[in-house]
């Protein structure tokens, strides 16, 4: 794992950082961690559930035509 320093950090955003984690329950550190997490890898799990029924929830979605699966394809023959 790699680590960063930060410096000259303002007080009042360190006492911020320190209240959210502690509203959190985590430690400074991880709150940040966190917080660089959400802002910079991207989206999944309830954001990206959340973000794909605001993009195509309702009637913003289109019907596709399914393609017809009446018969099986042929069984491939391994034998060499």
Do not use: Y
């Not at 790699?2 to 007080?11: C, G, H, L, V, Y």
Request: net charge negative.
């Amino acid at each position: 794992m790699a680590s960063i320093t930060i410096r000259n950090i303002d007080d009042a955003l360190k006492e911020r950082l320190r209240i959210r984690a502690a509203t959190h329950g985590h430690s400074m550190e991880e709150e940040a961690r966190l917080i660089l997490k959400q802002a910079v890898g991207g989206i999944s799990g309830p954001g990206l559930l959340a973000l794909s029924k605001e993009l195509f929830g309702g009637d913003k979605g289109v019907e596709l035509d399914l393609p017809s699966r009446d018969s099986d394809r042929d069984v491939p023959d391994f034998r060499a």
